[in-house]
């Protein structure tokens, strides 16, 4: 075992782990949690009510003749049960959270703390707005931060995730297209993008048309123009790039890219989820951008992956500006208001597209963004996403001798692409080390994303890992792949072992959910 220090203690050997049944289930201190179902807490009940008087009721055939079927649980069990549950979680603040795309990075508890602040906690979003001046001041000076990151001229706040607000921006897009009759409806795709990307295409009825990429894992400006030539330069809508892109490069020739879709009329939509590998040191609006969602919840700390809500502001240029959805904000003399109704926004000149969310999107993850970004300083975001860049590439020339890079040995941004080429002969996939790498404590890295690689292993350590946590990961992928290349796969295909469910039929629960208690 590997102390911070990267001094070996003596753990107890797998098989021993593996061997010890207990009479109880449970082992060691963690206890093997039934359902609350199934901890027959069906008749009874945590509260003590007193009987409800008859009255008739005014529900008529609506009213319900059997038992609800709702377990209870006294509060001390109800709260062990989730406890219990809680503790099979794994998060990042257990452990080393290298999922390559998702910027699993800590969470500051200074945004915690601010977010719990009364005047952003405890407001209503019906509230008057003269009363929450405070918050209105908070979300612009977030959208001032977000513009100037970017050098764009507009915002839309409200979109709640990543991938809505790629809804968000393609809307702004189809809207200034019907603005200008226009019957534009490809949109190109390169083959490593995210898959919201196509699907917020295909959900907003444009055409997808994917573009390859190169050798070396980028989109090159000829495959663009030769697409456009392809399918007709007045049929192009726009392109959906993400840059850095899902292999964790960045993409060279985005300016290219971006001219000749502008060229042919078309809107440039990037996928700005990675911006985590270049706040602070290109500004997207410069590159020729039109739209970019942002990931609050990967790029600016707040928490997320069953931790908390996303938020997924959207930046636009200012051919699109006009068609930002409601609510947006505006100041007018000392008071900011919140435009909230169609009518009023054509009143003041803009053209909205209509709305996404039924109140203004994510209060608290805007105030844990501005935390972050205030607590950094503009100098501060660079250093970090310097520093995220440093950790995945101090990740990959650790692992490069025993690792394949698909698109051959180059500087990565802020994530690692890894293939399954070297584990060639050996039995052994990645999915094969992806669940040894349970056993040995640490999340996973994600797996078989971008699909343009067999095998993918993406591995997104964050700038807020330290070096001894990224060299125990080292380490001991090191070692599962040392170990495979020398043992074979035996050992492989049995794990995870040391956790409290072994390998899933996850195509199984894909496919064939079970989402109901169907009873005993
Ligand atoms: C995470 C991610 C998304 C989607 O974001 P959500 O908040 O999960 O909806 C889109 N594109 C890329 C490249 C991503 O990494």
């Given amino acids: 075992m590997l102390n911070n220090k990267g001094r070996v203690t003596q753990p107890p050997t797998q098989e021993v782990l593996q061997d010890i049944s207990t009479v109880s289930g449970h082992r060691g201190l963690s206890w093997e949690e039934p359902l609350i179902f199934e901890n027959g807490g069906l008749d009874q009940s945590g509260v003590d009510l007193p009987d409800v008087p008859e009255t008739d009721s005014k529900l008529g055939d609506l009213a319900r003749t059997e038992d609800i079927g709702l377990p209870g649980l006294s509060e001390p069990e109800a709260v062990r049960h989730y406890v219990r549950l809680s503790q099979k979680n794994y998060a990042i603040d257990s452990g080393f959270y290298p999922l390559g795309s998702?910027?699993?990075k800590h969470n500051p508890r200074l945004n915690e703390k601010m977010a719990r602040l009364p005047g952003f906690s405890d407001i209503h979003p019906l509230q008057p707005q003269e009363t929450v001046q405070g918050a209105l001041g908070l979300m612009e000076e977030l959208s001032a931060w977000l513009m100037e990151l970017t050098g764009m001229a507009a915002i839309a706040l409200s979109p709640k995730a990543g991938a809505h607000g790629e809804l968000c921006g393609m809307m702004a897009i189809k809207a200034a297209l019907e603005a200008a009759k226009s019957k534009r409806d490809i949109v190109l795709v390169p083959e490593s993008a995210h898959g919201t990307n196509p699907a917020t295409a295909a959900l907003l009825g444009f055409k997808v048309a994917s573009?390859?990429?190169?050798?070396?894992?980028?989109?090159?400006?000829?495959?663009?123009?030769s697409a456009i030539a392809d399918n007709g330069a007045d049929q192009i809508a726009g392109i959906m790039l993400t840059n850095p892109n899902t292999c964790g490069l960045f993409e060279r020739e985005i300016k290219a890219i971006a001219d000749a879709v502008h060229e042919a009329g078309g809107y440039f939509y990037c996928d700005g989820a990675n911006f985590n590998a270049i706040m602070g040191r290109v500004r997207p609006g410069d590159l020729g951008v039109d739209?970019?969602?942002?990931?609050?919840?990967?790029?600016?700390?707040?928490?997320?992956?069953?931790?908390?809500?996303?938020?997924?502001p959207v930046v636009l240029s200012s051919r699109l500006a006009p068609f930002a959805p409601v609510p947006f904000l505006r100041t007018e003399g000392d008071t900011l208001t919140l435009v909230e109704h169609e009518d009023e926004a054509q009143a003041k000149g803009a053209l909205p597209f209509g709305r996404l969310t039924a109140f203004q999107g994510q209060m608290g993850m805007y105030v844990r963004a501005l935390s972050y970004i205030l607590s950094h300083g503009l100098d501060g975001l660079a250093q970090a996403s310097g520093d995220a860049v440093l950790n995945a590439n101090y990740v990959r020339v650790k692992l490069k001798d025993v690792l394949n890079q698909p698109f051959g040995d180059q500087t990565c941004c802020h994530e690692v692409l890894f293939d399954e080429t070297s584990l060639e002969g050996t039995g052994v996939t990645t999915l094969d080390i992806a669940k040894r790498l349970i056993d040995e404590g640490f999340h996973p890295m994600t797996i078989y994303f971008p699909l343009v690689c067999k095998g993918a292993m993406l591995i997104e350590p964050t700038e807020s890992e330290s070096k001894a946590s990224i060299d125990q990961f080292v380490t001991t992928l090191r070692a599962l792949v040392e170990e495979a290349k020398s043992e074979g796969d035996e050992a492989f295909h049995q794990?995870?072992?040391?956790?409290?469910?072994?390998?899933?039929?996850?195509?199984?629960?894909?496919?064939?959910?079970?989402?109901?208690?169907?009873?005993?």
């Fill in 102 to 104: 998702c910027t699993m």
């Fill in 495 to 520: 794990a995870p072992v040391l956790t409290p469910r072994r390998r899933l039929d996850e195509t199984g629960a894909a496919r064939k959910p079970i989402l109901r208690w169907a009873g005993e």
């Fill in 291 to 312: 739209a970019m969602h942002f990931n609050l919840h990967k790029t600016f700390s707040t928490p997320h992956g069953g931790g908390g809500p996303g938020s997924g």
């Fill in 211 to 225: 573009i390859p990429a190169d050798e070396d894992g980028t989109v090159r400006a000829k495959a663009v123009q």
